[in-house]
């Protein structure tokens, strides 16, 4: 069966730090990987979308990775702040249909 | 610009209640996307719409009916109402398949 796997805990960090989130697939061959931001009581918010052709996209302190052959993103907050305290999401594309497949999402919570 | 606007924010029915949530974006997408979020079930899609006069079946349609009345707005309609169907609904929606999505704030549904 097709999975998305994000880590369950929670990621504490301290301030200053990189955290670094992984998403793991399988059974799935996107052609394109995107990346969400959701607030406590509120809709997901877009970061980032990788194309299955490149390896690494940054915006501004954030950076994702996408291994197709190890089927995996990794996606690192630089230089963490509390805001960035938050659930992050992954998500892929269905090839061949409309559809995004998420995952659970990811905490991280950054300590001043 | 609004963006996505999501109404009611909030909404307690009895089983066996009908309802109809409303979706409207304000920034002349093609794509629309209906998701519930579960607790330790991230999100899942219920419906889509490609484009105006479409829409196909997600994930999880069953108990569930959609409208898109015009490029603007698109409806999640629950028929009868069942305990199951206690979730957080987001709508969202996108300019092609491929692009990022906006997502709403949010209708808190329980069902009692």
């Known amino acids: 069966s097709q999975k998305i796997e994000q880590n369950s805990e929670a990621l504490n960090i301290q301030e200053g730090k990189t955290a670094t989130l992984t998403c793991n697939y399988t059974n799935y061959s996107p052609a394109y990987l995107q990346w969400y931001r959701q607030d406590p009581g509120r809709g997901p918010v877009f970061l980032l979308l990788?194309?299955?052709?490149?390896k690494e996209k940054r915006k501004e302190r954030l950076k994702v990775t996408f291994d197709t052959t190890l089927k995996q993103s990794l996606f690192h907050i630089t230089a963490s702040q509390p805001a960035d305290s938050a659930t992050y999401l992954c998500?892929?594309?269905?090839?061949?249909?409309?559809?995004?497949?998420f995952g659970k999402g990811n905490q991280v919570v950054v300590i001043p | 610009n609004a963006g996505v606007t999501q109404t009611p924010k909030f909404q307690v029915l009895k089983t066996g209640q009908s309802m109809t949530l409303q979706c409207a974006q304000d920034?002349?997408?093609?794509?629309m996307y209906w998701y519930r979020q579960d607790p330790g079930m991230g999100l899942r899609l219920i419906y889509y719409?490609?484009?105006?006069?479409?829409?196909d079946k997600g994930e999880v349609p069953n108990g569930y009916n959609v409208s898109r009345l015009n490029k603007r707005e698109f409806s999640l309609r629950l028929e009868s109402a069942a305990p199951s169907q206690t979730s957080v609904y987001f709508c969202?929606?996108?300019?092609?398949?491929?692009?990022?999505?906006?997502f709403g704030p949010g209708t808190r549904l329980t069902v009692l």
């Open positions: 998500a892929l594309d269905m090839r061949g249909n409309n559809r995004l497949a």
């Open positions: 920034m002349n997408h093609n794509s």
């Open positions: 990788i194309r299955e052709n490149e």
């Open positions: 719409s490609a484009s105006e006069g479409t829409t």
């Open positions: 969202a929606s996108s300019e092609a398949r491929r692009n990022e999505q906006f």
